[in-house]
């Protein structure tokens, strides 16, 4: 009974405003929860989780909680985030284990938005098969890793979508990742050329899971990658975009 009548009170707050002559009032941020605590040791974490939340609070309609022990996120009650943000990459098959899987499959699946960093791409390798559905372009470890570290340009090519309408094609100093595969279909929002194979490979792309939104780079290997202006912008929209849909 009080939760309905709390839920009234929103319209009520909005007449009385317009009444008045005043601004709406502003809707509460989306709550993001931002998941590390693992990853391949070339891929400092603990340095890069930081700069990955700070990056994601500096949108006002963000609120960035973090957590780095993966055991608990099947544990955790997902249901109060509007979004969760994987940056980790587990290699003990019970950590998160299936009840983690299966709590973020289920999440997103009920409307949750995902958003998967750099070597996310690489997690749940235990549940290869459903993390493809999920992820839309997993790590396969039998094709070629990435490029060499260095510069290459972040190619923008649907600027239409919310995440990268009005943004441009940027140069940015990171691993350009060769090594995603899957059949899922998806929404690629931009890609870049490798100097290796002078093949074009996705650097940002979204997909449907369920009633929920996923967005997916592989960029971001170091410090130095998340804080190129291009790509914390990406993933700020990206994960916007998986928070609130097209609003």
Request: hydrophobic fraction near 45%.
């Amino acid at each position: 009974m009080a939760r309905f009548a709390a839920l009234r009170v929103l319209p009520l707050a909005f007449a009385i405003a317009a009444c008045a002559g005043g601004p709406a009032p502003a809707p509460a941020p989306a709550r993001v929860l931002l998941v590390t605590g693992e990853d391949y040791p070339g891929h400092h974490w603990r340095e890069t989780a930081p700069v990955v939340a700070e990056l994601l609070a500096s949108a006002p309609d963000l609120e960035v909680d973090t957590i780095d022990e993966l055991g608990t996120l099947g544990a955790i009650d997902l249901a109060g985030y509007a979004v969760v943000v994987a940056h980790f990459k587990n290699y003990d098959p019970a950590v998160p284990g299936r009840a983690g899987f299966d709590a973020l499959a289920r999440f997103v699946d009920g409307g949750g938005g995902l958003v998967l960093l750099h070597f996310a791409c690489g997690a749940f390798q235990e549940f290869a098969a459903d993390y493809e559905r999920l992820a839309g372009r997993v790590w396969n470890p039998a094709l070629r890793g990435h490029d060499p570290h260095g510069t290459f340009t972040v190619e923008i090519v649907d600027h239409r979508h919310p995440v990268t309408r009005g943004l441009a094609s940027y140069e940015t100093i990171d691993e350009l990742y060769t090594c995603l595969d899957g059949e899922v279909p998806i929404e690629v929002l931009a890609q870049a050329r490798s100097r290796v194979d002078d093949r074009l490979y996705p650097m940002a792309f979204v997909l449907a899971f369920g009633a929920g939104r996923v967005f997916h780079t592989p960029l971001g290997h170091d410090v130095a990658a998340f804080r190129s202006a291009g790509t914390a912008e990406l993933i700020r929209r990206g994960t916007r975009w998986a928070a609130h849909g097209d609003r």
